[in-house]
């Protein structure tokens, strides 16, 4: 799909929609967890939470226009706007009344590298809600930009609300990015999209018995356009068209991977809006990755610490 230009002219506008967002609540300890013993805070600190959140402010960083869409608590939704504007990232939810945007609570302990994440459910979502979010998509959404959704499905959100998204998606011919797991990924693949970002055990769901991860991924690009496998700190198996190449990041010391992949997405799509190579798009958005795991929070990346990490990403073509 032509990436180049949006029906209003100009580079296409990227939108996310978050259907679960949260607040990440950054616990760090001092020290290592331990049960049967209490462990002792050093410092609370807040951040953006989502995935499709984390990719908005991966583009808004690079300087690509973006807009966050999706729901968001009201009781809470002054914290939520707050580091959202910190974070530059332009919005417009749908309110759920009465209820809070969930949390997420990034454990991590001093000295040790990654983090542990434990996560609230989210508030139900109405029918009504759901029609404000899609006559919502259907005002801003036009032929030529690109939709990434991205996270978990909150509850009163069905497999059956997600198909008429994309059947809406796809009518207004938008380029469609989906980073989504379990039943929603192959309700996405079944639907018709242009982008998905599995992991290596999410993509075993969409392989056909027998099927190597590469001839799983070969066949997967003959309908979709992007198909990128998460390998973790290995890199990426990704394929385009007639491509297929193994991405190997740099080496760096690890403080939180918490938002990697999201920081991933959204610099591989906020790439690929400007005109970028599949392979540029696939090193600097790696690059930004690896940046992204060397800070404490669920966000922050440097995009000059990315376009030097970019020159020590390892690219393999595989015929």
Request: charged share 25%; hydrophobic share 35%; aromatic share 8%.
């Amino acid at each position: 799909m032509n990436l180049s230009a949006s029906k209003r002219g100009g580079y296409p506008m990227i939108y996310t929609i978050t259907l679960n967002p949260t607040i990440d609540r950054l616990l760090y300890l001092d020290g290592e967890m331990t049960k049967e013993k209490n462990n002792r805070l050093e410092s609370i600190a807040y951040d953006i939470g989502g995935k499709g959140h984390h990719g908005s402010f991966a583009m808004s960083k690079l300087g690509v226009e973006n807009q966050a869409l999706g729901f968001c608590g009201t009781t809470n939704k002054g914290q939520l706007d707050k580091i959202l504007e910190q974070k530059n990232i332009n919005h417009d939810f749908v309110e759920i009344y009465g209820k809070p945007t969930r949390e997420s609570y990034v454990i991590l302990e001093k000295g040790i590298s990654g983090s542990i994440l434990i996560t609230e459910k989210g508030y139900d979502v109405s029918s009504y809600a759901k029609s404000l979010l899609f006559d919502k998509i259907e005002e801003k959404v036009e032929a030529g930009d690109i939709v990434l959704i991205a996270g978990s499905m909150p509850p009163g959100f069905e497999i059956k609300d997600l198909e008429k998204l994309m059947m809406l998606l796809n009518k207004i011919g938008c380029f469609i990015a989906c980073d989504l797991s379990g039943e929603a990924l192959k309700t996405v693949v079944k639907s018709g999209v242009n982008f998905i970002k599995p992991n290596r055990f999410e993509i075993q769901e969409l392989s056909k018995q027998g099927q190597t991860l590469v001839e799983t991924v070969k066949e997967l690009t003959k309908t979709i356009d992007y198909v990128i496998v998460s390998q973790g700190g290995s890199g990426s198996l990704c394929g385009h068209a007639d491509e297929l190449y193994q991405i190997k990041p740099p080496s760096v010391v690890v403080k939180n991977d918490t938002g990697a992949g999201d920081c991933f997405v959204g610099s591989f799509l906020a790439s690929l809006t400007q005109q970028k190579s599949f392979v540029e798009s696939l090193t600097f958005a790696t690059a930004c990755s690896a940046s992204k795991v060397q800070y404490n929070d669920s966000s922050s990346f440097s995009v000059k610490d990315a376009e030097n990490l970019q020159k020590k990403v390892v690219v393999e073509k595989i015929d």
